[in-house]
């Protein structure tokens, strides 16, 4: 099945400081990429929608400005947690599709520890 | 919005036994519904999925099935072995366009030797 590659997989970083998530789709172009959040034990919540050349869409609650993301390429989408707080920490996970079949691929997920 | 419930959210069985787990959905142009598992701190892995125009489908020892009347859908495991143990997740797409899914709150399934 197609790859989907997200880096890194640890972080861990002090609080203010800005840390900077990877999704790549390796072996398919992805106009669309989508990032979620995932507590311990608790299900994927689609934080927003990563379009190419594009803003990103967000999910109601998600602050903009606190999480930048950028889609410049066809197989590249970032994710830039700004200003890190402990309550970020979290598990981020990206995902990419292939349109014409719907499925949908995800990257290994970034676990974030704000000190 | 699309509201995928999912039912139950932790289960136990013998290993050798069967585990099935229910989702529901709201939106009748949801067309597709895949089911991933995923290990604690992997990645979701797609394990079965099924489209609206099937009602069921088996792929070895797991099997989906799908009440489009009704809006729901189940997984099935048979024969079921530790390395199945695992959370699952349920989704439906949103409408009938692209890779937006909305997901099940999750199945942390337990198959006890």
């Known amino acids: 099945g197609a790859v989907v590659s997200q880096h890194p997989s640890r972080v861990i970083c002090k609080s203010g400081t800005s840390v900077k998530i990877e999704c790549r789709s390796l072996?398919?172009?992805?106009?669309?990429m989508f990032w979620y959040r995932q507590f311990p034990k608790q299900s994927l919540m689609l934080m927003a929608t990563?379009?190419?050349?594009?803003?990103?869409?967000?999910e109601q609650g998600v602050e903009k400005d606190k999480f930048l993301i950028n889609h410049a390429s066809l197989t590249l989408s970032t994710l830039t947690v700004t200003s890190a707080h402990p309550e970020d920490s979290s598990f981020y996970i990206c995902?990419?599709?292939?349109?014409?079949?719907?499925?949908?691929?995800f990257g290994e997920g970034s676990r974030l520890t704000v000190l | 919005g699309e509201n995928v419930e999912q039912h139950p959210s932790t289960l136990s069985v013998q290993e050798g036994d069967s585990a099935v787990i229910k989702c529901t959905y709201s939106?009748?142009?949801?067309?597709?519904f895949p089911w991933y598992k995923q290990e604690l701190g992997k990645r979701p892995q797609l394990i079965i999925d099924i489209r609206s125009n099937v009602g069921e489908k088996k792929d070895q020892r797991i099997a989906v099935t799908l009440n489009k009347t009704a809006k729901h859908f189940s997984l099935h495991i048979t024969e079921t072995q530790p390395e199945d143990s695992a959370v699952y997740f349920c989704?439906?797409?949103?409408?009938?366009?692209?890779?937006?899914?909305?997901f099940g709150t999750g199945t942390s399934l337990t198959v006890i030797p």
């Open positions: 989704a439906a797409s949103i409408g009938n366009t692209g890779n937006q899914f909305y």
């Open positions: 995902s990419a599709g292939i349109s014409n079949t719907g499925e949908l691929f």
């Open positions: 939106d009748s142009a949801s067309n597709y």
């Open positions: 990563s379009n190419e050349g594009s803003k990103a869409t967000y």
């Open positions: 072996d398919f172009q992805a106009t669309t």
